[in-house]
């Protein structure tokens, strides 16, 4: 017989040895209170008795919410697919990389999970990473700028009232309101950050009271005096009244690769698969905005060509023009008084670079979109490997 059940349903517990339908699940046999065995499945888990075996590496992709589905976009441009059968479903897996699954959680599970060891990489917000991890050394930020999620933790205060004439945290700090008795009230889902922050800013007074969702409403109900909230267009204060103020950026933020450092020493195969993913990605991210010029180019030699090219400030490339003679049939004979460059450029200078190519006598301009740049190696693997001391 083959039951789920809730771990704290179950009695005296024996792993068995049969691996159920997923490597993330086993079967255990259990003893149940009228003393008959019979088989259970549980998902495997720090709380698996088995945790340390597991083989599998996980990876924890938010299950809902605004970065769900521009993560999932990320990793598709990375050619790293998600296939997940059905959007309910939480766990799935990426046919490119064998040997990880993905488990679909709320941003803040993901955190804690990787400190927890039930998962080992992560896809998240760096304000969930600093909030929930408070300071845990166990997790890495191993691509701090996945290129979306862009938001800053900042401190807004009603723009009417006793803060009309407030707009930077010094004005706030000295507002004569606040004492022991009646501290500063403010709103917020980030009071470890909020708390450090005001502490290193030598604030005396101030209260965090804890909210989830909807905190800019509650300056106008009474309920707080200043909220700490993520903003990103400020459409959301602008809505409710309220104001951000100098000095009141608490963090800047975006969507990052976050693992833990234990799986990476220990868990077999997860440096790999990180390696990969890192890899990928940096390729990705290094290609958007950047485009490939090809043009033909009259000249006696590649060099001299060459120099006409880095003659010109917007024409040098990621590493110099590649230049390659244009070999053409002129009477019966093989000449080569022609070039090929090929050269990538920023999207926003492109014009600017066709008019330069043009004024050295490059024609036959094509462009084209470049895909992924990979580079000898990524830079960020290098900081990854000595942050683990390898
Ligand atoms: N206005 C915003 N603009 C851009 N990015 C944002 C914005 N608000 C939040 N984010 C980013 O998106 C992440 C997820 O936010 P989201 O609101 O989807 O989930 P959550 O509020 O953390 O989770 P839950 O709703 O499950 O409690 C945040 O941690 C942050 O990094
Ligand atoms: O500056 P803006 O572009 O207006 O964005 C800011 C809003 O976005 C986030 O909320 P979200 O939409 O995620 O809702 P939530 O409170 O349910 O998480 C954040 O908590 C702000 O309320
Ligand atoms: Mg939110």
Redesign the pocket.
Known sequence: MTTFLEPSSFFQVRPSSVRAFSTSFRSYVVCCANGNPSTVVLPGSSRDLESHERKVVRLGL?S????ADETLSLLKNCQLSVRQLNPRQYVADIPQLSNLEVWFQ???DIVHKIQSGDLDLGI?????VCECGQGNDDLIVVHEALGF???RLSIAIPKYGIFENVNSLGELAKMPQWAKDRPLRIETGFSYLGNKFFKEKGFEHVRFQRS??ALEAYPAMGTTDAILD????GTTLRENNLKEIEDGVVLE?Q?VLVASRRSLNMRKGALEITHEILERLEAHLRAIGVVTVVANMRGNSAEEVAERVLSQPSLSGLQGPTVSPVFRSRDGKVVADFFAIVICVPQKELYKSVQQLRSIGGSGVLVSDLTYIFEEETPRWRRLLSELGL
């Open positions: 938010p809902k919410g605004r970065m709320r941003p803040k998240v917000g760096f304000d969930t999620g862009a938001c989830e969702g993520l903003v990103s267009s933020s969507a």
